[in-house]
T-cell receptor
Framework: ETGVTQSPTHLIKTRGQQVTLRCSSQ?????VSWYQQALGQGPQFIFQ???????GRGNFPPRFSGLQFPNYSSELNVNALELDDSALYLC?????????????FGPGTRLTVL | AQSVTQLGSHVSVSEGALVLLRCNYS??????LFWYVQYPNQGLQLLLK??????LVKGINGFEAEFKKSETSFHLTKPSAHMSDAAEYFC??????????FGTGTSLTVIP
């Protein structure tokens, strides 16, 4: 059973640029959630995708967008990067959207915005 | 909206001593509650979860947590700390709308 994988591991961008982060869900999982974890903070929920549709969103501006593909992998896109977007971005997959489902997390992508 | 408060951003215990990590939540309805652990440079791993069954929940690695509705708490405990328990611990709650809220985390240090 393959776990959740994320790419790239690290990324450096400059303010105003755009970035795409990728996530492959665990085998058999059809739901992907994205989180932003700033240094010294807990993860903040960005949004969730289920069967290629957004299925819940946290308090993040529209420049944070996502996609989910038929194989349930997912992308997080961030436009017009700001310095405060520097963080660890975590992807988590689960089977279904039930609130008590265990989420399996990937190791994250460390984004630095200069 | 839900919120989760973890009291104590840093906790130090001696090896073999009791581990107690505190978590309080705000909710008007019984929530789903979780504890996750994060080791350096790794993603989060589920330790245990409360889903309205037994109030005392047993998890992996000898951890357990007790749901106390009257105190809106879900504290994590382990009778005897091991060096390998040193990590960051997060309490989380889920609610309708597929929102998942994490606390700010507690860093556990185990002193040999």
């Amino acid at each position: 059973e393959t776990g959740v994988t994320q790419s790239p591991t690290h990324l450096i961008k400059t303010r105003g640029q755009q970035v795409t982060l990728r996530c492959s869900s665990q085998s058999g999982h059809n739901t992907v959630s994205w989180y932003q974890q700033a240094l010294g903070q807990g993860p903040q929920f960005i949004f969730q995708y289920y069967r290629e549709e957004e299925n819940g969103r946290g308090n993040f501006p529209p420049r944070f967008s996502g996609l989910q593909f038929p194989n349930y992998s997912s992308e997080l896109n961030v436009n017009a990067l700001e310095l405060d977007d520097s963080a660890l971005y975590l992807c988590a997959s689960s089977s279904g959207t039930s609130l008590n489902n265990e989420q399996f997390f990937g190791p994250g992508t460390r984004l630095t915005v200069l | 909206a839900q919120s989760v408060t973890q009291l104590g951003s840093h906790v130090s215990v001696s090896e073999g001593a009791l581990v107690l990590l505190r978590c309080n939540y705000s909710s008007s309805v019984p929530p789903y509650l979780f504890w996750y652990v994060q080791y350096p440079n790794q993603g989060l791993q589920l330790l245990l979860k409360y889903t309205s069954a037994a109030t005392l929940v047993k998890g992996i690695n000898g951890f357990e947590a007790e749901f106390k509705k009257s105190e809106t708490s879900f504290h994590l405990t382990k009778p005897s700390a091991h060096m390998s328990d040193a990590a960051e611990y997060f309490c989380a709650v889920s609610e309708a709308g597929n929102q998942f809220y994490f606390g700010t985390g507690t860093s556990l240090t185990v002193i040999p």
